[in-house]
């Protein structure tokens, strides 16, 4: 087996089970293989879960580029929060966001790891909503990371069953088209 092949398998046990069973011993029977086996292609248990956790970040971004994929560009940020806003309730995204909170929480807590990869992860998503952000906007950076603050307000919200009132809120700031 290689890197490549392992971590497919090592990210639909983590997605399924979590980052509390993402030590070497169940993630090496997850993926038919050892725990040494998995430290000789990673070399350490933290380059398996860096490795591993970026590849989760990369698969979640070609999930949402096709999921907002359009007949066109989006034409403002409003448009392009609105496609990945309705992706909320995609039942294939959803472990995806239940391992980001893990993830978040664990940062919260000061785990060991988890605000690293945290960054990891946030660091590619905002390379990613650069890339998305319309053509002929003034400040993509800026925009990219602003929509991030507002993705991410919406998600928390909506992790704890107030979907609507962060939509209200984006509707009242003009961040969402009515």
């Given at each position: 087996?290689?890197?490549?092949?392992?971590?497919?398998?090592?990210?639909?046990?983590?997605?399924?089970?979590?980052?509390?069973?993402?030590?070497?011993?169940?993630?090496?029977?997850?993926?038919?293989?050892?725990?040494?086996?998995l430290i000789y292609h990673f070399g350490t248990k933290e380059g398996?879960?860096?490795?591993?956790?970026?590849?989760?970040?990369?698969?979640?971004?070609?999930?949402?580029?096709?999921?907002?994929?359009?007949?066109?560009?989006p034409a403002t940020r409003s448009e392009l929060l609105?496609?990945?806003?309705?992706?909320?309730?995609?039942?294939?995204?959803?472990?995806?966001?239940?391992?980001?909170w893990e993830i978040v929480g664990g940062s919260a807590r000061g785990s060991p790891g988890f605000r690293a990869a945290a960054q990891a992860m946030v660091d590619k998503l905002v390379v990613w909503l650069e890339a998305q952000m319309p053509a002929g906007d003034p400040d993509p950076a800026g925009g990219a990371r602003f929509l991030l603050a507002a993705i991410e307000g919406t998600?928390?919200?909506?992790?704890?069953?107030?979907?609507e009132t962060a939509q209200q809120g984006l509707l009242a700031g003009g961040l969402l088209p009515s």
């Open positions: 087996m290689s890197k490549e092949s392992l971590l497919p398998l090592l990210m639909a046990h983590v997605l399924e089970h979590g980052m509390g069973q993402a030590s070497l011993r169940p993630l090496a029977k997850a993926a038919g293989t050892s725990d040494r086996m398996l879960l860096k490795d591993l956790l970026g590849h989760i970040a990369g698969t979640y971004a070609l999930l949402l580029d096709a999921a907002i994929a359009g007949s066109a560009p609105a496609r990945i806003l309705a992706q909320f309730g995609d039942p294939a995204m959803e472990p995806f966001m239940r391992l980001w998600a928390m919200l909506a992790a704890v069953g107030h979907l």
